[in-house]
C-alpha cells in the first residue's frame, strides 16, 4: 500500500505542477500579455467562468505539466526511480503524459469555476471540496486515456489530494503568493 501510495502520487504529479502553476504565474507576473480571462470577464463584468481563469493559467498550466514529466523522464533515464511507470521512460510519451495530465487538471479547473458562478458563488470564494477536487476529477478522466488507474489508485488521489492542496495552499497564502487558501 505503502508503495501504491508513493506510486500513484508520483504518477500523477504533472497534475499537481499544471494545478500549482497558474497561481506562481500571477505571483512572478510571468506572460503579463496572457492575463486576461478567458471569458472576457472583469471591470464589473460577470462571465461564465469568472475573471480569476486566464490564458496565462492554462498555459502555464500545461508547460508545467510536461516540463515535469521530462523531469521524471530524465531521472528514470539516470535511474532513479527506474520503471515507475512505462510512458516515462520515454521522452516522447512522458510529454504526452504531462499534457494530458495538464489538461485534464486545468479542464477540471474551469469546469469547477462554470459550475461555481452558475450556483452564485464569486470567484475566490471556498467551495470545499470541489475546489480541491476538481484537478483530481480531471486529472483522470483525461489520464484515462493513456493510463489505466485501479480503484485503489484512485481512492488515493481522492483522499490524499485535498489535504495536500489545502496544505500547499495555506502555506502559499502566509507566504504572501496567493490571496487567499
Ligand atoms: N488562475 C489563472 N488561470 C486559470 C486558473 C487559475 O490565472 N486558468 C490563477 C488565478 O490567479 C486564480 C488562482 O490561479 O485566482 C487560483 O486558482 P483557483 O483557486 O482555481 O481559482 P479561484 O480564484 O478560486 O476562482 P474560482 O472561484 O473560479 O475557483
Ligand atoms: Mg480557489
Known amino acids: 500500500m505503502g ?5 500513484t502520487l508520483y504518477l500523477f504529479l504533472p497534475a499537481y505542477a499544471a494545478n500549482m502553476a497558474p497561481v506562481f504565474s500571477k505571483w512572478l507576473n510571468i506572460l503579463p500579455g496572457l492575463a486576461m480571462p478567458i471569458d472576457g470577464s472583469g471591470e464589473g463584468k460577470d462571465g461564465f467562468l469568472g475573471s480569476n481563469k486566464t490564458y496565462r493559467g492554462l498555459i502555464t498550466g500545461l508547460f508545467a505539466g510536461v516540463v ?3 523531469i521524471q523522464f530524465l531521472l528514470s533515464e539516470s535511474g532513479t526511480f527506474l520503471g515507475i ?13 504531462g499534457l494530458l495530465l495538464g ?16 450556483i452564485g458563488i464569486k470567484p475566490g470564494e471556498r467551495w470545499i471540496p470541489w475546489d480541491q477536487l476538481d484537478m483530481v476529477v480531471g486529472g483522470i478522466i483525461f489520464g484515462s486515456a493513456m493510463y489505466h488507474f ?7 488521489l481522492l483522499i490524499v489530494s485535498p489535504i495536500l492542496i489545502v496544505i500547499v495552499n495555506i502555506l502559499g497564502y502566509f507566504l504572501k503568493i496567493k490571496e487567499n487558501w
Open 3 to 7: 508503495d501504491t501510495i508513493i506510486f
Open 68 to 70: 515535469v514529466a521530462e
Open 85 to 97: 511507470s512505462t510512458f516515462l521512460l520515454r521522452a516522447d510519451s512522458a510529454a504526452i503524459w
Open 103 to 118: 489538461a485534464g487538471a486545468l479542464t477540471g479547473d474551469l469546469v469547477k469555476s462554470f459550475i461555481k458562478r452558475k
Open 150 to 156: 485501479s480503484w485503489q489508485s484512485i481512492l488515493i
